[in-house]
T-cell receptor
Framework: GENVEQHPSTLSVQEGDSAVIKCTYS??????FPWYKQELGKRPQLIID?????GEKKDQRIAVTLNKTAKHFSLHITETQPEDSAVYFC???????????FGKGTRLSVIA | DGGITQSPKYLFRKEGQNVTLSCEQN?????MYWYRQDPGQGLRLIYY???????QKGDIAEGYSVSREKKESFPLTVTSAQKNPTAFYLC????????????FGDGTRLSIL
């Protein structure tokens, strides 16, 4: 089955700097890669996702890149703000009939 | 998302007791999921259901049971066989298949008395 590794487990950045979180997956047939943000005590919320037919997707300060050859995908947050502080989870799935497999999460702290 | 309601928010279980966590959605989603969240462990899948009256085990199904009698509802029972039930439980739903965005409820925090 699919296995998703996420790094780093914790990340601290200064406000205004960029943050990058990387995930690797094991099954080259995986085709859907979402990213979720979970603020303390709240539900995870989808912030961006990418499918295997696209190499990059951007939404304002957030972008995701996918390297199918290397089997990794990354979340990029530019101009970080204190409200970006949260735990971020990546996930991957082989197909619609296969459940999402989540990484273990990255705790991002943005220091003002 | 207001479309998924989990209850209760906090739940306490005594030794040897079964407890049931409720999850209701009004998003008309076909698929529903239960995850367990422990510190540093991410989200681990307990059970999922893609259609009514059908469900599959996830990675950590032992000690748990579910039912899917209605499209809107997917209750999770934590049985006495689950020896370490203290965790945060999240329910989610998606439109059809797992390669669609999942929407989560607010979660239930279960503790042992």
């Amino acid at each position: 089955g699919e296995n998703v590794e996420q790094h780093p487990s914790t990340l601290s950045v200064q406000e205004g700097d960029s943050a990058v979180i990387k995930c690797t997956y094991s099954d080259s047939a995986s085709n859907y890669f979402p990213w979720y943000k979970q603020e303390l005590g709240k539900r995870p919320q989808l912030i961006i996702d990418i499918r295997s037919n696209v190499g990059e997707k951007k939404d304002q300060r957030i972008a995701v890149t996918l390297n199918k050859t290397a089997k990794h995908f990354s979340l990029h947050i530019t101009e970080t703000q204190p409200e970006d502080s949260a735990v971020y989870f990546c996930a991957a799935t082989l197909s619609g009939n296969t459940p999402l497999v989540f990484g273990k999460g990255t705790r991002l702290s943005v220091i003002a | 998302d207001g479309g998924i309601t989990q209850s209760p928010k906090y739940l306490f279980r005594k030794e040897g007791q079964n407890v049931t966590l409720s999850c209701e959605q009004n998003l008309n989603h076909d698929a529903m999921y239960w995850y367990r969240q422990d510190p540093g462990q991410g989200l681990r899948l307990i059970y999922y259901s893609q259609i009514v009256n059908d469900f599959q085990k996830g990675d950590i199904a032992e000690g748990y049971s579910v039912s899917r009698e209605k499209k809107e509802s997917f209750p999770l029972t934590v049985t006495s066989a689950q020896k370490n039930p203290t965790a945060f439980y999240l329910c989610a739903s998606s439109r059809g298949q797992s390669n669609q965005p999942q929407h989560f409820g607010d979660g239930t925090r279960l503790s042992i008395l």
